[in-house]
């Protein structure tokens, strides 16, 4: 068995060892203003995610970690929504410090969007540019967990180089997140 | 804004409250997983909560050009789908047949209930379905572009492959005539039986109805029924229309419901209904409209002939229905300002 397969294997569980000793970033959320007039801005309820990642063998495996009271685990009543959880990279090699739009990057500057959703599991989307996001039909590995008032999504992607931009995206069910009805962070770059 | 619109008038001095409409549309188009609690015809008393409970007070539609969403409405406000405890009564002896829960709410609860004015009972029934609106504020309300009103007919749809089930369109709709398939995570609606109509053939509610209260073509064909109820002889009304988004199913309102005692006298002179309930439904041009079908209905009783209630008795299907071959649609031409 080769390292990655081996690492993979292992880091896909939110709770294993492997994790203990790789380095936390916490990473500050904010919330997307109100699509509407009519709608009353949103709590910010969670504050920050805890992200670590691991490389090996040309993977990154991320493990991302937020509080929240509550699990909404299906998108249940006609009124009910589920959690989620995004990371967006550059969909192509950046340079110097530009980063790529975070509403979704432009035309030219497309990215990919690793998306966790409590209801209906992992799939990756593509965009390049507000309302041009779409799921392609891959899927990659992700597992989820909630114990404790505590979400942990890992997620196992392409290698992210040291100093890659990323950015994280929220979805708290309870307060009808979806869409761009959300939290988000600004741009980061990889350790 | 498309080339044509497809249109429905219901008059509902002829609904019978029967449901025939509902079942023929959940049969066809609901009967699916996650679509249970559908029903994208349903007939509600009037004056009642409605389906969903309370969906006319909630909101939606725009308000000075700007959307104004509502709240989705919850599981109870549809009204939850039961079973039956069959096995427990039909097959080991035993009471009657009962829910397996005890139900709350159902799409048809307060059904005939109504309302009371001057001491005496009054209600009356009203289907509803999507109205495929000229400004539909479902389309106007999604930020992935889901929805869309096809060019040649106007009919409106949600494209189940861009929907990601957020439903700004069900807080948008100020009909509430939008479901979430919790099933397939989608927003899903009437679809004017779009599938019928290309090959002929009218929309299932009004096929099925004994009534005979449906009328259906092209608001814009000078030949259709429609377009002379709405258009010529103005008898026919939009719910809500200060929700602005122009709905194309147009209803002929109650004018001569019967009261022991009032033979001869019109609504207007003795109302049997409160008109304000009406006003509240279809504007304040009901009163006119009322007016209009009064008069038609004195014409028709001193011996003249009323072409309007001639056309809304709807002897037949040609009559009620003109529903154009999909190739001659760009052939009608449009008679939209008259």
């Keep these: 068995m080769t390292g990655l397969l081996l690492l993979a294997a292992v880091a896909l569980d939110p709770n294993a060892g492997v994790w203990k000793a790789a380095p936390p970033t916490t990473v500050a959320l904010h919330r997307t203003p109100p699509l509407y007039s009519t709608d009353p801005p949103a709590a910010l309820e969670i504050a920050a995610v805890e992200v670590k990642l691991l490389r090996e063998g040309g993977k990154t495996m991320a493990r991302l970690e937020w509080r929240d009271a509550s699990a909404e685990k299906t998108a249940g009543a006609p009124d009910g929504f589920a959690d989620g959880v995004a990371l967006m990279v550059p969909a192509k090699p950046v340079t110097g410090d530009l980063n790529p739009s975070l509403q979704m990057g432009d035309a030219a500057h497309p990215v990919l969007i690793y998306y966790y959703d409590a209801a209906r599991g992992a799939a990756l989307m593509e965009a390049a540019g507000r309302g041009t996001t779409r799921r392609t039909k891959e899927r990659f590995p992700a597992q989820a967990a909630y114990e404790g008032g505590k979400w942990v999504v890992t997620m196992e992607l392409p290698e992210l180089a040291p100093g890659a931009p990323y950015s994280l995206a929220v979805w708290n069910g309870r307060q009808q997140d979806r869409d761009g009805r959300k939290y988000f962070s600004i741009w980061q770059r990889t350790p | ?338």
């Excluded at chain 2, 229309?241 to 209803?251: C, D, H, L, S």
């Design chain 2, 1 to 338: 804004m498309s080339r044509h619109q497809y249109s429905m008038v219901l008059d509902l001095n002829k609904c019978l409250g029967c449901q025939t409409c509902t079942m023929a549309c959940k049969k066809l188009w609901t009967d699916g997983d996650g679509m249970d609690y559908m029903y994208w015809n349903n007939v509600e008393t009037r004056p009642g909560q409605g389906y969903p409970r309370n969906w006319d007070k909630v909101g939606g539609g725009f308000e000075n050009g700007q959307l104004r969403p509502s709240e989705i409405p919850s599981r109870e406000d549809y009204g939850q789908p039961f079973e039956y405890n069959y096995e427990e009564r039909l097959f080991q002896g035993g009471l009657q047949v009962m829910p397996n829960e005890p139900p709350v709410n159902t799409p048809n609860w307060d059904e005939d209930v109504g309302a009371l004015t001057l001491g005496e009972n009054y209600y009356f029934y009203l289907p509803r379905l999507c109205n495929h609106c000229t400004n539909p504020a479902c389309l106007a309300a999604c930020p992935r572009g889901a929805l869309y009103k096809r060019e040649e007919d106007g009919i409106v749809l949600i494209d189940q492959e861009r929907c990601e089930g957020y439903r700004y369109c069900m807080k948008a709709c100020p009909y509430k005539k939008i479901y979430f398939n919790e099933a397939l995570g989608k927003a899903q609606k009437c679809i004017f039986c779009y599938p019928r109509l290309e090959k002929g053939e009218v929309n299932a509610c009004a096929k099925q109805c004994p009534g005979r209260l449906r009328f259906v073509g092209l608001l814009d064909d000078p030949d259709s029924a429609v377009y002379k109820l709405v258009k010529v002889y103005k008898v026919a009304l939009g719910l809500f229309p200060e929700k602005g988004t122009e709905p194309n199913v147009f209803y002929v309102p109650p004018f001569n419901p019967p009261r022991k005692g009032n033979y001869g006298k019109s609504v207007l002179e003795d109302p049997r209904m409160p008109l304000d309930y009406l006003v509240y439904l279809f504007g304040p041009e009901v009163l006119d409209v009322i007016r209009r079908l009064e008069a038609e209905l004195q014409k028709a009783q001193s011996g003249s002939k009323s072409d309007v209630l001639q056309l809304l008795i709807g002897r037949d299907d040609a009559v009620r229905y003109q529903i154009p071959q999909l190739e001659t649609l760009v052939q009608i031409q449009p008679a939209r300002n008259a």
